[in-house]
């Protein structure tokens, strides 16, 4: 901006340096501020006022630009919630398959309007329900899920054609990736039809969340595989989610989360490139899951700078071409780790409030955290409280009416551009340490994100952070103002009892011959999922598939850091 | 000087939140315990031989899948039957309510539920110790 035109942009009123020199120092003589310093949860610093100056450096057209455009800082879409609200979508899982699809329709039958699903440990891990390790942990945070009937069972009266389904599985999500596919194709939906999301993604496993089976490697390597076949086979299916929920939730700050999650997303679009497949046939399709915490401006800053620089690190990092490889679209889920055990009630005023920032950074979907969650799966007047929210945020409060309300703002231009410099910069150190593998395997990363959690820890037991209920505004525990939530104690039973049948009365030698051809796959660098899709039509199970892996990838054990 | 404290803290089953695992492992570590963090995808075979081979004075288990009650039976059974002094196991994590009686029955000591202050924790074990 030349002088003339910084002129022109500016208030009428004197500028920032004269007003703190008179006006400002004037009060604070009368009345200090109430603490020295105020810095954003992650410690950025916060001045008492913005004005114009703050924004001189940063460039309208090609930094903020316009929604729906590069550099996307505004809206991945021109219209955004005016033309369609984000979507309702609750997590959902515990008990068997029949369980979870009970909950399914009580949250559909409330105006939830997509779905997503948590798969119980042994699923996660890749171990079936009557295995040893398996059986304390069947259906208890999540859905038990061995066969593609249980999948089939899941998904049952559920219009998939309609409805877009999220599966929340990382080490073995190829399978149920499969597993997915198949049960759209018996319901006849087409392969451009299917839609929803698998998250799919294996580093923050290594950094944070801790759910892998196999070294990073060869993991990253099987994500790619399902990049590549979901892209030939289901063109509208995300088969990634990158996360930094999960990251955030293990103690990391907002730059930690962008920084961490960008750099994984960016690992898996390279790692296909080097496959030989182009940037824009996978990126299009990598979206990417939000943890929205507590500091209002800095989540909704946080989501604007993401746009931001995945915009840039697709199209000038990686070359991409396609507008659709630019665009970073996200789920976001309010922050599980701000609930209280104590005032539980209270968890409805946070998840609120963190709710409108995840709207107004311009999340595509999103989940409410229900109040008893500090205690237990929510029961089911906690989470029609949680999806009430959200419909009071899109009918009654106006915020979804326009689009990027808060562009513009001075602070909150600032705060975008200031996190997106953080943030980079992270990135960068993390590549010129070799990248996200290598940044793992020496533990960079998870010291990183435990040493922000002690930091935070130590702020709350000093009280220089608060939390109400926690440590300020103390009550002594109350009755606690929800139902318990109670699973089916016989729930272990029937799953290994479906799944020992299946096992007996499947044609053998077609499973044994389609896990052998994983296993080729796997030894001779083919892709693995055409293989794994033939073994789940055999009806071979997510433990047998995951263990033909285990035989050539090896465990994973990581190094311990805390 | 009487020897410092030596505590394990574990995570037992398949369940890899451990957040609050580490912050207790620091914890203890920085009120001059000596820790032993045993790391995720613990079975109880595995935890009691660390306790033992350790010679550990407590045990810490983080517990956030759901399988409390399974663990907290087992493990302390196991204990008992095992380990050559009385070991203080205490226990944290997301626990239903109903569920914390079950799990003390079986003979953990005390539950700490989300957002207790380490230094309660601390004051406990040392509590316990200075009775014993």
């Known amino acids: 901006m030349d002088k003339a035109s910084k ?85 959902a899982g515990f008990g068997t398959a029949e369980d979870t699809n009970g909950r399914y329709k009580y949250l559909l039958a409330h105006g939830e309007t997509g779905l997503s699903t948590d798969f119980d440990l042994p699923t996660l891990l890749g171990y079936d329900s009557d295995h040893r390790i398996a059986v304390p942990e069947i259906g208890k945070i999540g859905v038990a899920v061995d066969t593609v009937d249980d999948v089939r069972l899941l998904m049952k009266d559920i219009p998939l054609d309609e409805v877009s389904t999220s599966y929340t599985i990382n080490a073995s999500a190829f399978v149920l990736i499969g597993m997915y596919e198949v049960v759209c194709k018996e319901q006849n939906v087409p392969d451009n039809k299917i839609t929803g999301t698998c998250q799919n993604d294996i580093l923050k496993e290594y950094t944070a969340q801790n759910e892998y089976i196999y070294p990073p490697a060869p993991a990253v390597r099987l994500v790619v595989d399902t990049m590549e076949y979901a892209a030939k086979t289901m063109p509208r299916y995300n088969p990634i989610s990158v996360s930094g929920y999960h990251i955030r939730e293990a103690g990391s700050n907002a730059v930690q989360e962008l920084a961490f999650t960008l750099a994984g997303a960016h690992c898996y679009v390279t790692e296909a490139v080097k496959r030989g497949l182009s940037a824009d046939f996978v990126a299009p399709r990598v979206s990417f899951f939000w943890d929205i915490h507590n500091d209002f401006f800095e989540e909704i800053c946080k989501l604007r700078a993401a746009r931001r620089l995945w915009g840039r690190m697709m199209r000038d990092w990686v070359g991409a071409k396609d507008p659709r490889s630019w665009t970073m679209r996200a789920h976001s889920q309010t922050a599980g780790v701000s609930l209280t055990a104590q005032q539980p009630d209270n968890n409805i005023a946070r998840t609120a409030v963190q709710a409108l920032a995840a709207i107004l950074g311009g999340t595509q979907s999103l989940h409410t955290n229900s109040k008893d969650e500090a205690f237990q799966i929510p029961s089911e007047g906690a989470i029609k409280i949680a999806v009430r929210t959200q419909q009071i ?17 001075y602070y909150v231009e600032s705060l975008t551009t200031r996190l997106e410099e953080e943030a980079e910069a992270l990135i960068k150190q993390v590549l010129d340490r070799g990248g996200m593998v290598q940044s793992i395997e020496d533990g960079f990363i998870q010291r990183q994100i435990a040493d922000a959690s002690a930091d935070y820890q130590r702020a709350l037991e000093r009280h220089t952070e608060y939390i109400v209920g926690m440590n300020i505004h103390v009550e002594p525990a109350g009755e606690l103002p929800f139902e318990a939530f109670t699973l089916d104690p016989g729930l272990g039973e029937r799953q290994i009892s479906r ?64 | 000087m009487s020897k410092p404290l030596r505590v394990v803290v574990a995570k037992p089953g398949l369940d890899g939140h451990d957040r609050g695992a580490k912050i207790i492992a620091r914890a ?52 008992r039957e095992q380990a050559a002094k009385e070991v203080l196991v205490v226990m944290g994590g997301i626990l239903p309510p109903p569920d914390i009686p079950k799990v003390k029955e079986s003979g953990v000591a005390e539950v700490f539920g989300p957002g207790t202050p380490t230094t309660t924790i601390i004051d406990f074990v040392r509590k316990w110790h200075a009775a014993q």
């Open chain 1, 393 to 409: 945020l899109m009918l009654e409060n106006r915020v979804a009416d326009v689009v990027d309300p808060l562009g513009g703002s």
């Open chain 1, 7 to 91: 002129a022109a942009a500016a208030p009428a009123s004197p500028d920032q340096e004269t007003w703190k020199n008179s006006t400002l120092a004037g009060s604070l003589k009368k009345m200090p501020t109430r603490q020295e310093q105020f810095t954003t949860l992650s410690g950025l610093p916060i001045k008492e006022l913005y004005s114009a100056e703050d924004v001189e450096h940063i460039d309208v057209p090609s930094q903020i630009g316009f929604p729906g455009e590069y550099p996307y800082t505004r809206g991945v879409h021109p219209t955004m919630y005016r033309a369609r609200p984000w979507t309702i979508r609750q997590v």
């Open chain 1, 499 to 562: 799944t020992q049948g299946i096992r007996r009365s499947r044609v053998q030698a077609e499973h044994a011959s389609a896990l052998k051809e994983i296993e080729a796959a796997a030894r001779g660098n083919i892709n693995t999922m055409p293989a794994v899709v033939r073994a789940i039509k055999a009806q071979a199970t997510v433990g047998e598939i995951c263990d033909v892996l285990r035989g050539v990838f090896g465990e994973y054990r990581a190094p311990l850091v805390y």
């Open chain 2, 28 to 79: 203890f570590r920085d009120a001059g315990m000596e820790v032993i963090y045993t790391g995720i995808f613990q079975t109880t075979e595995m935890i009691v031989r660390t306790v033992v081979e350790e010679d550990a004075d407590v045990l810490g288990l983080s517990i956030l899948s759901g399988a409390h009650l399974h663990f907290a039976e087992e493990i302390c059974k196991a204990l």
